[in-house]
């Protein structure tokens, strides 16, 4: 099982949506890859927004929280992506772990078609990672 871990500071929008992205596409193609999120400042809840548009393609994110990064989910992961840091660059997690970063701007205080267009680009760079992961694999 490879896992991947999105990480950005408020762990309510990006690294949420790029985690159920993954997490639903994985399922449906039976792929061994689970994704998990956290930020390094957690928001109290998820953006509703995000939650909104996500619910427009039938990805509930019901239940979903932000969650603490913790050691043991960055040491837990195969692969560290960090969403990018121009909320806050001082709490930015690619300062702390060694990742790669979309560099995917904040839907907070987004109207809906901006948190659409964030949605699009995260969708897009998470079927590329999956046919990455699957690639690598395949190499094994």
Do not use: Y
Not at 88 to 107: F, K, T, Y
């Amino acid at each position: 099982m490879t896992t991947v871990l999105f990480v950005c500071v408020h762990n309510s929008g990006r690294s949420q949506m790029a985690e159920a992205f993954l997490n639903k596409l994985a399922a449906d193609g039976g792929l061994p890859v689970r994704a998990m999120s956290a930020g390094t400042e957690p928001g109290k809840a998820v953006n509703p927004t995000a939650a909104e548009v996500m619910e427009e393609l039938g990805i509930s994110m019901e239940g979903q929280h932000p969650k603490m990064l913790t050691q043991d989910m960055a040491d837990s992961a195969d692969r560290v992506i960090t969403m990018g840091c121009g909320v806050d660059a001082s709490a930015c997690p690619a300062r702390i772990l060694v990742s790669e970063d979309w560099g995917l701007d904040d839907p907070k205080d987004q109207p809906v078609d901006k948190v659409c267009e964030i949605r699009d680009q995260i969708r897009e760079r998470v079927g590329r990672l999956l046919d990455d992961i699957t690639s690598e694999g395949a190499r094994s």
